[in-house]
């Protein structure tokens, strides 16, 4: 028991970076045993890929077998198509010549074709269609009109190379190899040769691929469905051969999580083989791997998750009593707390606890500090309080100017001066440095109506007005100085008539836009860049440039419109946020 309090002792004293390089060193053993278990869970992946490979095999296997009997029937077929005795019998015109029909039918054409129709197995039936006239002899000539009626002649008309075609009912199909024989010059007759296959012994070499569950699809040119086969056990079933012929991708993307696909070409007759097998056959190998991977990870993880769970609680439960003695700690009896905890630690948990004795005595020196700062701004406090003395008084001698000239009927004085009383109280705005654009339209409005009065009414004033943004908080006195602009520089130097002001409030994407527009005399070019240079006795262009930046980032600042004789226009952009501006 000793022993192991020594030993928990000396992890306890250990340094943290020694404490970290040991669980660097274990997670680093332990990543490293993981890799080997990813590495042993990828053998899935080689799994499938021996078994597609497996099944490629089988399946070249099957279509050269299927390539040797397309061979021998086209073989026979080209056989027959340079055969010169029998294009020479079917491109007679015989009339009414019944016996030269005859003897056609037994020295020629009857002979030859039951020779030919012994040579391959797979061949069930030769046919030959003729225009010639010539009558139809025991299903060997028959008409070429009983041809053209079928719906894929179209495909196979004048073509002198085999073509494959599907014929039959969907219960009995069969298979047929059509193509056109060539023509004597001198007899304009279309004759066309027919070889008809065993449908089910043709196609057997594909239903012995494998001997597991799988389905089989072969298209023709065109992707026509020449051939289908499947046997699926269990609740598999095929994927519909349909489907697949019409999108074979999309198939596979589709059935791609059940079916391992395949596809190769038969070269000879131009078609393409699609090979698909259960996932199933290989699943279990793989789930076995993936369940011994799953393991052996989460094994490890549960032992990453020990050694981190000591390691934080070493390092975090003294820290947690250190952040509880501070908690209690407040400024009223900060000089009590000269020795909060008496460290019984070397590490760098212990150095941190050593030093908060000394953060105490630097508290200590902060808070005088922050006393001192505190009686500045009540003085400073105190001062402003003294500076509104006089905006008081202000506002009590225009009160009395005003209700003089009511008693006198100078309702005009009276008016002027209730103006300047709102103007002047809407500027100080309580020493506040923000205000809302409801408050700032108040304030721009009383000095508008003290200028119209001024200058006799010399401009009209319109107003474009937004209620949904009135109370979006701006900085203080941001129109007065571009609106005094406008009335001094712009319309009082012009001489058009009516001349005209107008502020507009509008929102685009996210950004409130307040316009200050007039038809006055416009701004030169050469003075636009001196502009916000120039310092007036007022606020000035520039002070409302500059503080507009430091309220909304340097991208927002004044934009500036003018065009010599045409007015000009002063933009006020302001993000709409809820926080107020920057002070």
Known sequence: MRTLDLFFRYIRDMKLKTKLICIYIIASFSALFLLLIVLKAALGKQLFSHEQSMLSNALNQSISQLDAQINDTINLSNVIY?????????????????????????????????????????????LLYSSCGIFPHKNLVNSLSDLETEPWFPEIK???????????????????????????????????????????????????????????????????????????????????????????????????????????????????????????????????????????????????????????????????????????????????????????????????????????????????????????AKEYQLNALRAQINPHFLYNT?????ARAIIAEQTEISETVQLLTLFYRTSLNKGQDT??????????????????????????????????????????????????????????????????LIIALSEEKGICFIRVSDNGCGIPPDKMQGLFACETTHIGIKNVNERLKLSYGDNLGLIINSEADNGTEVIIRIPLQKNSPKP
């Open 82 to 126: 340079n055969n010169d005795d029998i294009i020479s019998a079917i491109n007679v015109d015989y009339g009414k010549d019944y016996f030269k029909m005859y003897t056609a039918y037994s020295n020629i054409i009857k002979p030859e074709l039951y020779i030919y129709k012994c040579l391959i197995p797979e061949v069930t039936d030769i």
């Open 158 to 376: 004048d073509i002198h190379t085999p073509s494959w075609i599907v014929t039959g009912t969907k219960e009995s199909p069969s298979l047929a190899s059509i193509r056109m024989l060539p023509k004597i010059p001198s007899y304009p007759f279309d004759n066309y040769l027919y070889l008809e296959m065993d449908y089910k012994n043709f196609f057997a070499c594909t239903n012995s691929i494998s001997q597991d569950a799988y389905g089989l699809v072969i298209a023709g040119k065109n992707n026509s469905l020449i051939y289908q086969y499947h046997s699926f056990p269990g609740d598999d079933f095929p994927v519909n051969a349909q489907e697949l012929l019409t999108d074979y991708e999309k198939t596979v993307e589709e059935y791609g999580s059940r079916y391992i696909f395949l596809s190769a070409p038969v070269e000879s007759a131009g078609w393409t083989i699609y090979y698909y097998s259960p996932i199933s056959n290989v699943k279990g190998t793989v789930e076995r791997t993936i369940f011994t991977s799953f393991f052996l990870i989460a094994l490890c993880f549960t032992i990453l998750f020990l050694l981190t769970f000591f390691t934080v609680n070493s390092i975090l439960s003294p820290l947690r009593q250190l952040t509880g003695v501070i908690s209690k700690i407040s400024l009223a009896d900060i000089e009590k707390h000269e020795l909060l905890i008496i460290p019984n630690r070397n590490d760098e948990i212990g150095k941190l606890i050593h030093t908060f004795n000394s953060m105490l005595k630097r508290i200590r020196s902060l808070i005088d500090e922050a006393y001192v700062q505190k009686l500045k």
């Open 398 to 402: 225009l009160s009395l100017i005003s």
């Open 435 to 500: 205000t809302t654009i409801r408050n700032e339209l108040e304030n721009i409005k009383a000095y508008i109506s003290i200028q119209l009065i001024l200058t006799s009414h010399s401009f009209l004033v319109e107003y474009q007005l937004e209620e949904t943004l009135l109370e979006l908080p701006i900085p203080c006195l941001i129109l007065q100085p571009i609106v005094e602009n406008a009335i001094e520089h712009g319309l009082r130097s012009s001489r058009k008539q009516p001349r005209r």
